[in-house]
């Protein structure tokens, strides 16, 4: 009687199945250019926008995205088409979405003494979608999607809830938090922007260290310093980074646009 060949045992089929993966993690880590950044950021963005009370006020935009765009045309980015949006919400916040989609919350409008902390904080946020750390998130995710729905489709691993991680877990890049390495690129990103754009620098200093004091008594309040720790020594780092030379005041068109937003989102 012929023997039958043995069935590849399930681990087998996990290893071919996790190649397969590793091929796609590959595939989509290297397919994003600029384009693909802004479809992905129009989409969340659009997204965004049905889930947060987004403040239609052309003016405040308008001031907002005086400060914004000195910032961008200092950091040399021409690959995308920043806006720049205002969310009405008390937490002090702000956020940039791959493809130069800027959001800042009324709270953080709200908190900035001067326009070179607001200033100090939108340089930060337009590092980070100069720099691509959304997009390479974003990478990540996708990879790790594809990942999953290839292990599900070729192992049969997945007849639980697995599968449906697969689908969900590309949502999550828009919630999760840069890595410190982000963090620091976008601090001294931020520095140099400012710094060009003709604006003090040290004021994102002392927005970040106001609020870090404050955070032990409202962290919920505080939502940007919660997602972006400012230990002493990246405080230390950001004056290192500064030195003698930067500017002290701020141009007086910059200057004018805060004093719209101070208006309209200021402490009442």
Not at 38 to 43: F, I, P, Q, S, V
Not at 57 to 64: H, K, T, V, W
Not at 72 to 82: C, I, K, L, M
Not at 112 to 128: F, N, P, Q, R
Request: with cysteine; net charge neutral; proline share 4%.
């Amino acid at each position: 009687m012929k023997r039958m060949p043995a069935p590849r045992p399930n681990g087998t089929r996990i290893r071919h199945s996790l190649a397969i993966a590793g091929a796609a993690v590959l595939f989509t880590a290297c397919s994003m250019d600029a384009a693909e950044e802004r479809r992905l950021g129009a989409e969340a963005a659009a997204e965004i926008e049905r889930r947060v009370d987004v403040v239609r006020d052309s003016e405040g935009e308008q001031a907002l995205s005086t400060i914004g765009h000195a910032l961008v045309d200092a950091s040399g980015d021409v690959s995308h088409p920043y806006q720049f949006r205002i969310v009405r919400d008390s937490t002090v916040n702000a956020f940039a979405l791959p493809g130069g989609f800027v959001y800042v919350h009324t709270g953080l409008l709200r908190n900035a003494h001067d326009v070179s902390e607001l200033a100090g904080v939108l340089g930060h946020e337009v590092a980070h979608a100069r720099l691509s750390h959304g997009a390479e998130q974003a990478r990540k995710q996708q990879g790790l999607s594809a990942a999953i729905t290839v292990v599900c489709m070729f192992s049969g691993l997945c007849d639980g809830g697995l599968s449906q991680v697969a689908i969900n877990v590309g949502a999550n890049v828009l919630t999760a938090k840069f890595s410190r390495t982000d963090e620091l690129e976008a601090d001294s990103a931020g520095i140099e922007y400012t710094t060009r754009a003709g604006v003090d620098p040290r004021g994102m200093i002392r927005f970040f260290a106001r609020l870090r004091e404050q955070s032990g008594n409202v962290p919920a309040y505080l939502e940007w310093v919660s997602t972006h720790p400012m230990e002493g020594t990246r405080i230390a780092a950001a004056e290192r980074l500064i030195g003698p030379g930067a500017p002290a005041s701020s141009p007086a068109e910059l200057e004018a646009a805060f004093r719209v937003l101070r208006a309209r989102y200021g402490a009442r």
